[in-house]
């Protein structure tokens, strides 16, 4: 069974285009996060909830929402994209709140904006 | 800003070779981590280590931790090919709930 499922792996679209990234995660897990990984492989965190709260909203554009219906699943949605969106996002979750420890990485879903 | 830094970037060894890469950064800590990442796939966790930890052993992986210098190293200890990857460290800051990621350093390990 796959800890963290991220879907789709691969998205290709146009500038402008609306698109969703999904996450679940099966570990029972309190808190899920999502990353962005550029093209020179550094990794930056977006968003984090706990138990469907936000609770880490770093400086990114307000056209990426994220939405946690519940604490096992957290995803991410994307208005207007522009080309500077293309990039691999990952989805991870932690056990517990507060200083993260050990983190789990879904495989990344790898959107590239025409 | 909160990243830190590795070093090298890249590393080339021949298989059976020890591999070291360093991390530095720049907060007061709770936990340094060490990922791998091969590629195209996600990230995966190796070791942690606690602030008041200052070594840890884990196979073939060696982990140092000096607070006052604000840096760690990994060593992975005879190398094979499976090896080779991407590793990063993460910490944990004492003043926030995030793991900040260093850049990386690409490790091919030659047969």
């Known amino acids: 069974d796959t800890a963290v499922s991220q879907t789709p792996k691969y998205l290709v679209t146009q500038m402008g285009n609306d698109k969703s990234i999904k996450c679940e995660q099966n570990?029972?897990?309190?808190?899920m996060y999502w990353y962005k990984q550029d093209s020179k492989k550094f990794l930056k965190i977006m968003f984090s909830?706990?138990?469907?709260?936000?609770?880490i909203n770093e400086t990114v554009p307000n056209r990426f929402s994220p939405k946690s219906p519940d604490k096992a699943h957290l995803n991410l949605h994307i208005n207007s994209l522009e080309l500077g969106d293309s990039a691999v996002y990952f989805c991870?979750?932690?056990?517990?709140?507060?200083?993260?420890?050990?983190?789990?990485f879904g495989e990344g879903s790898r959107l590239t904006v025409l | 800003s909160q990243q830190g830094e590795e070093d090298p970037q890249a590393l080339s060894i021949q298989e059976g070779e020890n591999a070291t890469m360093n991390c530095s950064y720049k907060t007061s800590i709770n936990n340094l981590q060490w990922y791998r990442q091969n590629s195209g796939r996600g990230l995966v966790h190796l070791i942690l280590?606690?602030?008041?930890?200052r070594e840890k052993h884990s196979g073939r992986l060696r982990v140092t931790l000096d607070t006052s210098k604000k840096s760690s190293s990994l060593l992975i200890t005879a190398s094979r090919a499976a090896d080779t990857a991407s590793y990063f460290c993460?910490?944990?800051?004492?003043?926030?709930?995030?793991?900040?990621f260093g850049a990386g350093t690409t490790v091919t390990v030659r047969a």
């Open positions: 280590i606690r602030s008041n930890e």
């Open positions: 909830y706990n138990n469907k709260e936000l609770i």
């Open positions: 991870a979750s932690s056990q517990g709140s507060g200083s993260p420890g050990e983190l789990f």
């Open positions: 570990l029972g897990h309190d808190t």
């Open positions: 993460a910490h944990s800051s004492t003043n926030d709930y995030k793991l900040s």
